[in-house]
Structures are given as C-alpha cells and as structure tokens.
T-cell receptor
Framework: KQEVTQIPAALSVPEGENLVLNCSFTDSAIYNLQWFRQDPGKGLTSLLLIQSSQREQTSGRLNASLDKSSGRSTLYIAASQPGDSATYLCAVTNREYSTLTFGKGTMLLVSP | DVKVTQSSRYLVKRTGEKVFLECVQDMDHENMFWYRQDPGLGLRLIYFSYDVKMKEKGDIPEGYSVSREKKERFSLILESASTNQTSMYLC????????????FGPGTRLLVL
C-alpha cells in the first residue's frame, strides 16, 4: 500500500528565505505527483502537477522536482512571503483509478 | 475555472441521525471523490466514483455510503452518524482516468454530538 511522508511537519522561517519541503513515497509506480496548498479551514488548491515522466515543474516562485526511482519530491519556495503561510500537501496518484494518496502535510509559517 | 461546491460549510448533527453531504461540480468531470481530514491522520479517501451510478470504496468506507445519480452531483451519506465521524469532509473532482488534477470544494466541517 502506498504511503506518503512529508518532512518537516512544521516549519517557521523569516520572510525572504528560500525553503525546501520534502515528500517521499514508498511505491514508485505512480502516475504523477501533485503539490497542494491548504489555508486554515479551507479546501485544497493545486499548486503543481508533475507527470511521472517529468523531473520538475515551475510556477512563479515555486519549483517542484520529482525523482521517481528514489521515491522523492521536493517543493522549493523562493523568497518566501507571509502570504505563503499555509499547509502544503504532497499527493501521489495510483495508476488504476487516479485516486490520490496524501502525505500529512507541512505547516509553513513565514513571519514578517 | 472549475468550481466544486459543497452544500454546507458547517453542520451539527446528533448521534444516530442520517446525514447527507452534497457535492456539485460544474465542469463535466467524470471522477468525483470524498475525503475526510483529521488532525494527525491527514486526508483519507472514503469513496470515489468514475462514472454515473458507479462507485468504488476508498480506504475508509465503513459507516458511509454514496450516491451518484447525475454526473455533476456526488452525495456522501452517513446512515447513522456517530461521534467518530466528526471531521472535515472534502469533495473533489477530476476530468477522467489519468487526468489526476483534482479540484477541491471548500469542505464541510461536521460535528456529531
């Protein structure tokens, strides 16, 4: 059964720092990997989707990489801002029904 | 923009009540999903549907059922609500098999007393 782990569980940084969030998964037979953002009490917003054949995806200050063979992904946030404060969730898609298996998330706090 | 709506943001019910959580998407998506989210446990898949009248069990289907009579609507049913079903419930939809970008609704926070 697929398991997804995210490290660290929580992270606090001053504004302006570059940071890396980590995600690992146990079964490398994935369709793709997705990073989400969740604000407190809200639903999830998709940030980046990396297909299994891709190595990375970029959107603005966000860059996500995927190393399928080692079962790892990282989300790099450049020049962090207080508005980036949220919980970041990593999820992988299994091949059969495209269902997602989520990690438990990294809670990020960026202080001014 | 894809829009996924859920019928209630907050809901308070009593133990033993039958509870309906409704989810509607407006983008003609084939797949729809119900998750629950609990502190320390993350998001867990309850049920999903890849076509009208089709349903599949997720990781934690016990105590729940679902209904998908129309493509745009996916209902989660708690036949007899229990206190351990107090949770945040999130609905999502995606275009089809292989298209895994899931779009989430705002969530329903359910409290069972």
């Amino acid at each position: 059964k697929q398991e997804v782990t995210q490290i660290p569980a929580a992270l606090s940084v001053p504004e302006g720092e570059n940071l890396v969030l980590n995600c690992s998964f146990t079964d490398s037979a994935i369709y793709n990997l997705q990073w989400f953002r969740q604000d407190p009490g809200k639903g999830l917003t998709s940030l980046l989707l990396i297909q299994s054949s891709q190595r990375e995806q970029t959107s603005g200050r966000l860059n996500a990489s995927l190393d399928k063979s080692s079962g790892r992904s990282t989300l790099y946030i450049a020049a962090s801002q207080p508005g980036d404060s949220a919980t970041y969730l990593c999820a992988v898609t299994n091949r059969e029904y495209s269902t997602l298996t989520f990690g438990k998330g990294t809670m990020l706090l960026v202080s001014p | 923009d894809v829009k996924v709506t859920q019928s209630s943001r907050y809901l308070v019910k009593r133990t033993g009540e039958k509870v309906f959580l409704e989810c509607v998407q407006d983008m003609d998506h084939e797949n729809m999903f119900w998750y629950r989210q609990d502190p320390g446990l993350g998001l867990r898949l309850i049920y999903f549907s890849y076509d009208v009248k089709m349903k599949e069990k997720g990781d934690i289907p016990e105590g729940y059922s679902v209904s998908r009579e129309k493509k745009e609507r996916f209902s989660l049913i708690l036949e007899s609500a229990s206190t351990n079903q107090t949770s945040m419930y999130l609905c999502a939809s995606s275009l089809g098999l292989g298209e895994a970008t899931q779009y989430f609704g705002p969530g329903t926070r359910l409290l069972v007393l």
